[in-house]
């Protein structure tokens, strides 16, 4: 994240200020969906840097509208290939193209040299993830995949 921070593309708040943001948290209930790009649109995405490295602090996390993503493979050269083990810029990537926020995504990943490893790794089930219109579907469609 310090790099897209760098870069201009994400910014650092304090946990106060989350609000009403899509808070990405992998021990969420519910799955993120394309539904969830208002939310994002009027509130933005959060993502907790280091939540891999401190799952604890995640499970125990109360927020307005936390989600979690769908099944991917990582393409960071640390996880390369591990299902859901994603670096935070590969969930804000995930999160965005799942929403409909394509080329936002495309443009978070462009900022890494192994950034198209993971559009291309995980093409098919994002562009599925990204039609879904409910969690049934959002389901099945990971059941194929994964």
């Known amino acids: 994240m310090k790099k897209l921070q760098r870069l201009g593309l994400a910014e650092q708040i304090p946990e106060s200020r989350i609000g009403c943001s899509v808070v990405l948290n992998p021990f969420a209930d519910l799955y993120i969906l394309k539904a969830d790009n208002t939310a994002i649109e009027r509130c933005g995405l959060?993502?907790?840097?280091?939540?891999?490295?401190?799952?604890?602090?995640?499970?125990?996390?109360?927020?307005?509208?936390?989600r979690k993503l769908p099944t991917l493979l990582a393409a960071n050269p640390v996880n390369y290939g591990k299902p859901n083990i994603l670096s935070s810029a590969e969930a804000v990537c995930a999160?965005?193209?799942?929403?409909?926020?394509?080329?936002l995504a495309e443009r978070v990943m462009s900022k890494f040299n192994w950034g198209h490893s993971f559009l291309s790794l995980n093409a098919a089930p994002l562009a599925e993830y990204a039609a879904a219109e409910s969690l049934e579907q959002l389901q099945t469609i990971m059941e194929s995949y994964f």
């Open 46 to 66: 959060c993502v907790l840097d280091g939540s891999w490295s401190n799952p604890g602090r995640l499970e125990r996390a109360v927020y307005r509208k936390q």
């Open 95 to 103: 999160a965005l193209y799942i929403t409909g926020y394509t080329e």
